[in-house]
């Protein structure tokens, strides 16, 4: 199955829903990032951009956000919104997340909701986070993950990976990654009970995590 594949799947299903009043969020990470004026932002799977402006209107117009998402629908959402409310220090950018356009040390705190367990390179993900985050910069992210290891023939499922399980790395595996990647001060702020979904057990949780005050790269 071809990472094409499942970024269409993923574009189609979130693109359906940014028509439809439903949650989309497995937590609430902006509630623990605590943006103070005059900082960068990023919204990873920034969906209908409710969080970009609220992320917006804290930071003030010395600071900025952007937000990343793959669906085209969930992108068009997200910029008639900034329009609305006449957003001026926020942009929507559609691109996956294994490759980030933004620059290396430029970015206070990321943000993200329910999407990385979509990617099929998690580790790029994180590494790409860890690159545009500045020293001592800082994650926020809501989340799932596995209880016991996702069956390949799931993993390989375009239509599963998009209804937001088959992608879910174990807690062990996801905690690994964050360690691995260099990020420090790690702590899990909240955490679900397991719940069925799909063909898997799964849990959510809100983890933080900052980049080591020394580290460029």
């Known amino acids: 199955t071809s990472i094409f594949m499942i970024t269409d799947a993923i574009n189609k299903r979130y693109s359906s829903l940014s028509e439809t009043t439903c949650c989309l969020s497995c937590g609430g990470a902006i509630n623990y990032a605590n ?3 005059g900082e960068v932002c990023v919204d990873l799977g920034s969906g209908r951009g409710n969080d ?16 990343i998402d793959i669906s085209e629908g969930m992108i068009a959402k997200a910029q008639s919104l900034i329009e609305k409310f006449d957003i001026t220090n926020a942009k929507i950018i559609q691109s996956n997340l294994e490759n980030i356009p933004l620059q290396d040390n430029s970015v206070d705190v990321v943000i993200s909701n329910c999407t990385i367990n979509h990617a099929s390179n998690k580790q790029a993900v994180w590494s790409e986070i860890f690159r545009i985050l500045k020293p001592a910069g800082r994650f926020v992210v809501s989340d799932i993950y596995a209880t016991h290891e996702i069956a ?3 993993k390989n499922d375009p ?3 998009a209804e937001c399980w088959a992608g879910a790395s174990t807690r062990a595996t996801y905690l690994y990654t964050l ?3 260099g990020f420090e001060s790690i702590n ?17 949780f809100t983890v933080t995590g900052k980049k080591p005050i020394d580290k460029i790269r």
């Open 188 to 204: 899990i702020l909240e955490e679900s009970l397991p719940y069925a979904k799909g063909k898997a057990e799964v849990a959510s």
């Open 52 to 67: 970009v402006v609220r992320l917006a209107e804290t930071v003030g117009n010395n600071g900025y956000v952007y937000g």
């Open 152 to 154: 390949a023939e799931y």
């Open 179 to 181: 360690e691995e990647t």
């Open 159 to 161: 239509q599963a990976v």
């Open 35 to 37: 943006p103070l004026v």
